[in-house]
């Protein structure tokens, strides 16, 4: 049984448009040097802020599955497929399917923030995909009530989002104060980023805002908060049926 914490500062870091972006990454790419490494098909997460606006100009995409989240404010993006910029606000999810290649722009507007989470779907079979993507709205994706906890599933468990990618189950959770047990898959691995936390605890270790959290080998979670919690939490496979990049290039 396991339950790990990375906290913010032992993440890695980087940054666009002379600074104008900021992130943090839980699980940055290799030369980043973040202590967290690609795992199960969880390849890269980035959290990323603009206080004035930034743009992080045309670059190409390629196998991967390429998730944005729009936790704050809004964001544009553009890509060479369909040749327009298209604005995504607070709520809202795209999806790349880089398959065999894209090419793709993206602006992050004064006062936003947003996950880029990026997922191995099998890149043996997606190199020869062509790319696709999708836009959803928040009001596409459905909330229901857990023990009390508001859950809002964007993929897995019936969500509405569509990946390549297997085994993946991707939630918003909102706890109030209180002590919580859910009960999650101990043959899957529980990433969990904390969105918002004041007073929290996760299986008994203490967890604040920023806190990257990986659980696995475990049949319950147990999350005591002494004020209303925001996590977002992705289930990933332990064991895949195929080879993924980062054991392939052996980084």
């Given at each position: 049984m396991s339950t790990k914490i990375i906290r913010k500062e032992q993440q890695a870091f980087g940054s666009f448009n002379n600074g104008a972006i900021i992130?943090?990454?839980p699980i940055g790419f290799p030369?980043?040097?973040g202590i967290v490494k690609p795992y199960s098909n969880l390849f890269y997460w980035a959290n990323a802020w603009s206080d004035k606006g930034g743009l992080i100009d045309e670059h190409p995409h390629k196998w991967f599955e390429i998730l944005s989240f729009v936790l704050d404010g809004e964001i544009e993006h553009y890509d060479n497929k369909y040749n327009r910029w298209l604005k995504l606000e607070k709520g809202d999810v795209q999806i790349i399917r880089?398959?065999?290649?894209?090419?793709?722009?993206?602006?992050?507007?004064p006062n936003s923030r947003m996950f880029q989470i990026w997922f191995d779907p099998n890149i043996a079979i997606t190199q020869n995909k062509p790319a696709s993507y999708n836009d959803y709205k928040t009001s596409d994706f459905t909330a229901k009530q857990v023990n009390g906890i508001n859950i809002i599933n964007y993929t897995g468990n019936?969500?509405?989002?569509?990946?390549?990618?297997k085994g993946v189950i991707i939630n918003n959770l909102t706890i109030p104060k209180g002590e919580h047990d859910l009960n999650i898959n101990s043959n899957?691995?529980?990433?969990?980023?904390v969105l918002r936390a004041?007073?929290?605890t996760i299986n008994n270790h203490n967890a604040v805002n920023d806190d990257f959290i990986i659980i696995e080998n475990e049949k319950t979670l147990n999350i005591s908060a002494t004020n209303e919690t925001e996590?977002?939490?992705?289930?990933?496979?332990?064991?895949?049926?195929y080879l993924t990049y980062r054991e392939m290039a052996r980084f």
């Open positions: 992130e943090n990454k030369q980043d040097r880089a398959g065999n290649g894209i090419t793709h722009a993206e602006k992050i507007l019936g969500g509405k989002l569509e990946m390549d990618a899957a691995i529980l990433s969990m980023y004041n007073g929290l996590l977002f939490s992705i289930e990933t496979p332990q064991k895949l049926e």
